[in-house]
């Protein structure tokens, strides 16, 4: 069981240098995302998407993790066993940081899985490629990472996480994306202490028995050594 669960969002790693996913005007990184961010794209132009993947995975890659990725891996490394990351960012900044046990809601950049035969594995050339399947042969790679329409990874676990704890955190996110969104109620009515630590307040912040705002890279170190 964790004691202490945190979720996190692109603002984390927008302090790395990640830029965030801005549904809101219908683009991410100057494409549409219904071009690059759904089956329906991948199906339409394969080379576009793998492209675009390949570039975002450069750009992780690149990135280091922030004072906010530190802290809660420091966190961990205090209270083994007793805290979990869930995660909608698609980078590896929280295991580069040192924390043990993520869960990757929508996937990984660094990953990829086989549309053939579903075998998921470590991506370490260019997707653009089409390089084969180590399990079957098929070119039928694709990013590991899910697309609107998509189910997300191990919801399941990710509910019996969050329903267990006794600190829920939500960190750099907006809180408008589900199923993560609906998270921070599960805790509360499992009687968890919800807090939103964010660069801005939720439009609804009822569930939250406290609200930190500022930086991540400000506000996480301070708040996670209290513990």
Not at 95 to 105: D, T
Not at 196 to 205: E, K, P, Q, Y
């Amino acid at each position: 069981m964790a004691r202490i669960v945190v979720l996190t969002g692109a603002g984390i790693s927008a302090e790395s240098g990640i830029r965030t996913f801005r549904a809101t005007d219908g683009l991410w990184e100057d494409h549409r995302i219904e071009d690059v961010a759904t089956p329906e794209g991948f199906a339409a132009d394969r080379a576009r998407v793998q492209a675009f993947y390949d570039q975002r995975r450069r750009v992780a890659r690149a990135a280091r993790p922030n004072a906010a990725h530190r802290a809660l891996a420091e966190l961990e490394a205090r209270h083994p066993g007793e805290v979990a990351v869930i995660t909608q960012n698609i980078d590896d900044l929280h295991e580069r940081a040192g924390s043990q046990r993520v869960l990757h809601i929508h996937g990984r950049l660094d990953r990829a899985r086989c549309e053939r035969c579903g075998t998921r594995m470590p991506v370490t050339g260019e997707l653009a490629d089409e390089p084969p399947c180590p399990a079957c042969g098929a070119r039928s790679l694709r990013p590991d990472v899910v697309w609107f329409g998509e189910a997300v990874y191990g919801l399941e676990e990710i509910f019996d996480v969050v329903s267990l704890c006794e600190e829920f955190w939500v960190v750099g996110t907006s809180g408008a994306v589900t199923p993560a969104a609906s998270l921070v109620a599960v805790a509360a009515e499992a009687g968890a202490r919800t807090v939103l630590l964010n660069l801005d307040a939720h439009d609804d912040t009822r569930l939250f028995d406290e609200v930190v705002l500022g930086p991540a890279t400000e506000t996480v170190p301070v708040w996670a050594a209290r513990f």
